[in-house]
């Protein structure tokens, strides 16, 4: 679990979990979204649950290769690794004393389906993203073997072993050095060829008060997809209540070979805002979060001046 310092420091150089972003392999952003974020183009990102669920069993993991099946001996944990001369860095989950082999935690398929192609244990088949990130840890401890310890959904502790390759260690080496050197220190973005950053990413961007122009034929191409999104859900609102009035009392209906439709009552739990916070004030100003992000309008032409 890495501290609210070691994240401010990730800003400053490629981390582990940056790479795959270099080579289009990142499932969480890619070079433009990268790029964003180590020019401090961004406000700092809030945790997931994802997340969140992977640091309560961090330790557990880690206790787990120490003296489970792994047996990798006793461990350092939270290590921050500074890179050669290059701009990289890693913060470790744990590192094996013995012999400064850095050990990934991973967590997947607690919340949803297990992500990404996991292979046999103790191979080294582990998803793209995972094993550019163990390699570049390798890199910055300067070891030849990395390991991935992992809770898998259906599978349980999982145990992987990543074997030193100097063929991607150089990649990584070079890709990091041009991507720095070429875009973050001249403050110019990478070419997107279409690939944009993703939507998350965009709505960090730190903005100032300015207007700048943008593409006719884009802006009128978004007012025309928006336009059409309203008028369809406006339809289907209404084709939604002719389907429901035909069910008439009936809980299901069916349309033959195209499928049909089911009407079932479903029961949803919330917390009662406005109660909590006039009955239990404490309890709800402790467990309020605020959060802010910007949102697209449309605006009126700006009137030109007239002499």
């Not at 995972?130 to 502790?157: E, I, P, S, Y």
């Not at 033959?256 to 239990?280: E, M, N, P, W």
Request: net charge neutral; aromatic share 6%.
């Amino acid at each position: 679990m890495i501290t609210d310092e070691q994240r401010s420091n990730r800003v400053n150089s490629i981390g582990s979990s940056d790479v795959a972003a270099l080579f289009g392999l990142s499932p969480y952003t890619n070079r433009m979204g990268l790029y964003l974020e180590k020019a401090g183009r961004l406000h700092p990102d809030r945790t997931s649950s994802a997340a969140d669920i992977g640091n309560w069993l961090e330790p557990a993991l880690l206790n787990w290769a120490e003296s489970g099946p792994p047996r990798l001996g006793a461990l350092a944990r939270d290590v921050e690794l500074i890179g050669p001369p290059l701009r990289i860095h890693a913060n470790l989950d744990g590192q094996v004393k013995a012999t400064r082999e850095p050990v990934e935690v991973k967590v997947s398929g607690i919340e949803g389906p297990v992500f990404g192609q996991w292979g046999d244990e103790g191979t080294g088949e582990v998803p793209s993203h995972v094993a550019l990130q163990v390699h570049h840890q390798m890199l910055c401890a300067d070891a030849r073997r990395g390991h991935v310890v992992a809770l898998l959904g259906g599978r349980g502790f999982c145990y992987f072993v990543i074997e030193h390759d100097p063929v991607v260690l150089k990649m990584i080496c070079d890709a990091a050095f041009s991507f720095w050197r070429l875009h973050v220190e001249p403050g110019v973005p990478p070419d997107s060829d279409g690939d944009l950053a993703t939507m998350d990413v965009l709505k960090r961007v730190r903005r100032d008060a300015r207007c700048v122009p943008l593409d006719p034929q884009a802006y009128a191409a978004w007012r025309e997809a928006r336009e059409a999104r309203i008028s369809w859900e406006a339809k289907e609102e209404d084709l939604k209540r002719v389907l429901i009035t035909e069910l008439g009392t009936a809980n299901c209906g069916d349309a033959g070979a195209q499928g049909g439709v089911s009407y079932f009552r479903q029961k949803k739990t919330s917390i009662d805002a406005h109660r909590l916070k006039i009955d239990h004030r404490a309890a709800y100003d402790a467990c309020k979060r605020t959060t802010e992000s910007p949102v697209l309008r449309v605006t009126k032409p700006a009137q030109k001046e007239t002499l």
